[in-house]
């Protein structure tokens, strides 16, 4: 497997470990039932693909992508800030959407720069963008 190969799947488990993560904290501040059960659905998706791409590494004998606790910092203290005064329905739709997209445009630029990888790797990239999609596109009924 290619260096490349590995730096997209390492930003893989990046990016679904964040949404995990995300998902994990702003789901005590949702109040709307449908809206809880998508995001435990998508926190769901975003585990099973975090372990594969992980497996992927470890297959290859590769270091897995270790996230830091200032970064886990900066996540909590962004949703919390951003949840303080407002916990609508409406607010916590626009902040996973903002989420998935952030994600999306990491991701479009893990390809980007890794030209030279492998097929599955880039197939594997574009099922998480491709759910990353279906996910803004789902919420977008609750804005």
């Not at 099973?48 to 900066?74: C, F, H, M, S, W």
Request: aromatic share 6%; glycine share 4%.
């Amino acid at each position: 497997m290619q260096k490349q190969d590995l730096a997209i799947y390492r930003n893989i488990q990046k990016n679904a470990e964040m949404g995990m993560k995300a998902i994990n904290i702003i789901s005590d501040k949702v109040h709307d039932v449908e809206l809880a059960r998508q995001l435990t659905k998508q926190g769901l998706k975003y585990s099973e693909l975090r372990n594969r791409a992980v497996d992927k590494l470890l297959e290859e004998k590769a270091d897995p992508y270790r996230g830091t606790y200032i970064q886990d910092i900066l996540l909590a203290t962004g949703i919390h800030s951003s949840t303080f005064l407002n916990t609508s329905t409406s607010h916590i739709a626009e902040l996973v959407i903002q989420g998935s997209n952030r994600g999306l445009t990491d991701m479009w630029k893990s390809v980007n720069q890794n030209k030279m990888a492998g097929r599955e790797a880039v197939e594997f990239a574009k099922e998480l963008m491709d759910f990353e999609e279906k996910n803004v596109e789902s919420l977008k009924s609750y804005l």
